[in-house]
């Protein structure tokens, strides 16, 4: 216990590194990517993209969703305290979970994003170990500003594993029927 609070003393609110690591922490924001990833979706199924691209970014919207509910759900019930060491300079907070720490939802929503992105990109190997190391990095980096423990990393990576599979069980003409029910928002079908 005591060294996490002498590490987070060396990562002081105006420290480089707890930069870096609020940066890691900023860009695997849920709400973000569910915004950017809904309107890059309605792009595509408005401009008629490929049925590959529009059903790989209907698995990544839908599996956002999934990944904000489920954590949602999971830190109201569990309510756990963040750590008494937790500089509270977290931004855009979702006001009635963020500040519970079980689970960690960046390290699930990273796990889940790294699972997707392995399943459509087709990448190097050095790439595929970036992309296989990030959620690891970023649960480490969570523990190191003192946002949550250990325990709450690992169920939030073993959580986004498991959603990062789930959702790629979403039917392939899940686009198509979501076209023919809402015209109006989606375009209609080639």
């Known amino acids: 216990m005591t060294s996490l609070v002498v590490l987070n003393d060396a990562l002081d609110s105006h420290s480089n ?3 870096i690591f609020l940066c890691m922490e900023w860009s695997m924001h849920g709400g973000l990517w569910l ?3 809904s309107f890059i979706f309605l792009i595509s199924m408005r401009y008629n993209f490929s049925l590959n691209t529009r059903y790989e970014l209907a698995v990544l919207t ?3 969703c999934v990944d904000l509910v489920i954590v949602g759900i999971i830190k109201g019930t569990v309510r756990r305290s963040r750590p008494p060491f937790d500089i509270k300079d977290q931004l855009y907070e979702a006001p009635l979970v963020d500040k519970f720490s079980f689970p960690s939802g960046h390290s699930s929503r990273g796990a ?3 699972v997707l992105c392995l399943a459509f990109c087709p990448f190097s190997h050095f790439i595929t170990l970036i992309v296989k190391s ?3 990095i970023l649960g480490a980096s ?3 500003i003192g946002r949550h423990y250990v325990s709450d990393v690992m169920m939030g990576l073993l959580l ?3 959603e990062g599979n789930f959702v790629q069980y979403l039917p ?3 686009v198509n029927l979501l076209k023919q029910m809402f015209p109006t928002i989606f375009g209609v079908n080639e």
């Open 112 to 114: 889940m994003l790294s």
């Open 172 to 174: 392939l003409h899940t």
């Open 160 to 162: 986004g594993y498991a």
């Open 62 to 64: 839908f599996g956002l």
């Open 134 to 136: 990030f959620p690891f």
């Open 17 to 19: 590194l707890r930069f």
């Open 142 to 144: 969570r523990i190191c």
């Open 35 to 37: 915004i950017f990833s």
